[in-house]
């Protein structure tokens, strides 16, 4: 591993991007911002997320000049003042080569993300350019449909402090200072590479952008590579990092939190008094394989207090089977659950481990929450919940919060049954490949994960969540249209919402760090 300090910097331009503020940003901004600054606060590095409230006069003159009669002249201006905008990396990235402490500075747009969920993908840059014997490293763009490797994109770039990258970003600005490169800045830097100005090719590492800087069109953001780069048209691909992110609850499936609120989880009691319509009924379920032939198998214990609760919250009390269990119930064990009030409902499933998964289907309800074994819910009221369950879309919403280990635990969610709903998971258990690498479907692992997970909380992360609403795997979305399944309203909530202990530990929000609750301040700062 090569030492020296390495320095992340990102830019936000106004007219490029809204002032930065921890509300007012656009979602897709806040999301990447947060992220980035997780990743390098994780793994040491200072980041510099520089707001520049106005292009200066010597980066940008109104490109009048170059606009035809053919154009509008507003948004042939415009399109000068992003392009002018793009130049404002060099100018940066040379002051902190020449001013600043960092060894090493890498420069990310910002709607590219560092994805990587287990390891420093700052450092290993720079040791893969470090290995190469180059001083600055970019990325082609060879995830094209075609594989381009003949062109680089300069949405990531990562250079050495020496001699020769002080000269050459000096150089590129002059470029542009003499009117020479007219438009935007990739254009110019390919220049440089083709016709070898400076020696360029003798000092740059350019590596593969299906790696280093990869558009989310080749795969779930999150599958595999370094660092997406959701340019142009893509920024909705960002969505799906909220959910992934350390378990926090994502604002990107239509429902936030009021306006000025710091978080992005579903407000239960707000949402529950928009729903005092549902009645019901409701149901609390809980979940048996009846693999075992131990005569003690069903946890009296656990049903009685299941029994209780129910009661307490005047709901029906569910216990869900499989519909040809290894050993079916016990002409007692009926007679246990018949004595304390509690229906048995049979499903048929594919492994046992999902085989909550049945409660999908439990229409005769408005709506369910599912309690597995080892969840203790003795002072939980599960009632707003349900009636949140019922809103949100035609097919109500799915419930959930992050566990310590994956960012949804599936021992404890809430849903509206229905038909299409049930069809559609089946289809999707049934048909979606898994791996320990690439998960299940191929849509990868988040950081919230701490192993692979081929179990039920993997499954139904990957179904309902991974590639967010609007970019769900292959195969989710013929598992959609099969069932004729519309768009599922899938959110997540403050896991203290629950009031449930799992193995004897309360489920709770994971760890406070900048990239889980906002971009941290004290690594911003402002030009005006």
Known sequence: MVMGKIMGLILLIQGGQKD???????????????WNADHFSRYGHPL?????????KSQWDPPTSQCTAAD??????ARGLRDAATWMKFSAMLSHLENGTADYVLF??????????????ARLMVD????????????????????????????VILAKRCPWTVQFLRAVLEKRASGFCKSNEQLCLNYFHRENVLEFRSHTHVASGSVWNRHPKIGAINASGEIVHCMGGAKAALRQLDLTHCGRCPCIHGVCSPKGARGACLDVKRCAERAQGAKGPFAIVTVYTLQSTSTA???????????????????????????????????TETELLSSLGI????????TPATLAIGAFGLTEYSAVVVVEKGVRFDEADFRPLLKCATVGSKHGRFLSSAGPNFPLEARVFAVRPSV?????????EQTATYTDDKGWDGAGWSPAHSKPNHRLSGLLWTFLYANGRDARTRTTLTSYVASGLERLSSIQIDPSEWQVTIDGKPLHQPPKTPGCNGVDTRIITTIK
């Open 20 to 34: 930065f503020d921890h509300v007012e940003h656009p979602d897709w901004l806040r999301v990447a911002l947060s």
């Open 48 to 56: 510099h997320i520089e707001q520049y409230g106005r292009i200066p």
């Open 72 to 77: 509008v002249p507003n948004l042939c201006v």
């Open 108 to 121: 990310v747009d910002a709607d590219a993300v560092v994805v990587h969920p287990h390891h420093d993908t």
């Open 128 to 155: 893969t350019m470090e290995a190469a014997g180059k001083v600055m490293m970019l990325a082609d763009e060879d995830w094209k449909d075609r594989g381009n490797t003949a062109v680089i994109n300069t949405g």
């Open 297 to 331: 198998r069903l946890d009296r214990t656990d049903l009685e207090r299941l029994s209780t609760a129910a009661k307490r919250m005047g709901i029906v009390a569910v216990l869900l089977v499989p519909k040809t269990p290894a050993v079916p119930l016990r002409p």
């Open 343 to 350: 229906l048995v409902v049979t499903t048929r499933t594919r």
């Open 420 to 428: 299409s709903l049930l069809a559609a998971a089946r289809q999707f």
